[in-house]
């Protein structure tokens, strides 16, 4: 996370990951360290659920193991042409990202299945479906079930990075805010007025 205590944020760290939902998940293996992509759920317990086909690098070594999820939001690259003193500024780039440490257990069938439950839920009405593992016949559910693993992380530590040009004068962020507008990065723009307001 980005050292300058600037770039923090009062919003709640576990919802702006429930929002995202997609993740690198990071561990280090036998073979050195690995990474996986995967959606990643938010529990009202505030633990974190995902899960991996069993032939990922890193599948069989998280059990047990302590793991790194994080999570990116909008970003966008800011020019010093954008500030009042190009020449005396240097290019840099606006982000949003949440870093979650914590150990890692292996979940049984009956608990992968409520995941896969859970993350239709949770995905499917974001894109206006209502598909669910009810849909399948119950030997490919099972075939496929077969395939993954679940995992659920228990949160040890939460670190997070909101950096939104809260650093510049309120001159230069306006004309960050303009030059991602004429852009059409319109979160980027929304991202410095929030955390100005």
Not at 52 to 58: G, K
């Amino acid at each position: 996370m980005h050292p300058n205590n600037a770039f923090r944020s009062d919003d709640d760290p576990l919802s702006f990951v429930a929002a995202h939902g997609f993740a690198h998940i990071f561990g280090q293996t036998p073979d050195g360290p690995r990474v996986a992509h995967a959606p990643v759920l938010v529990t009202p317990a505030g633990t974190l659920m995902f899960h991996l086909a069993r032939s990922n690098a890193l599948a069989q070594h998280l059990d047990g193991l302590t793991a790194l999820i994080s999570v990116g939001g909008p970003g966008h690259y800011v020019s010093p042409n954008w500030y009042g003193e190009p020449a005396n500024n240097v290019p840099t780039w606006n982000y949003q990202a949440v870093e979650i440490e914590g150990p890692v257990r292996a979940m049984n069938m009956e608990a992968l299945e409520e995941l896969l439950h859970f993350a239709s839920a949770t995905f499917e009405p974001r894109v206006g479906e209502d598909w669910t593992m009810h849909k399948m016949e119950r030997p490919r559910a099972e075939a496929m079930m077969r395939a993954i693993t679940g995992y659920e992380l228990t949160p040890t530590a939460i670190r997070t990075t909101l950096k939104a040009s809260q650093n510049r004068s309120e001159a230069d962020a306006h004309r960050v805010i303009a030059a991602l507008e004429r852009l059409g990065e319109h979160a980027g723009a929304a991202a410095i007025r929030k955390a100005r307001s």
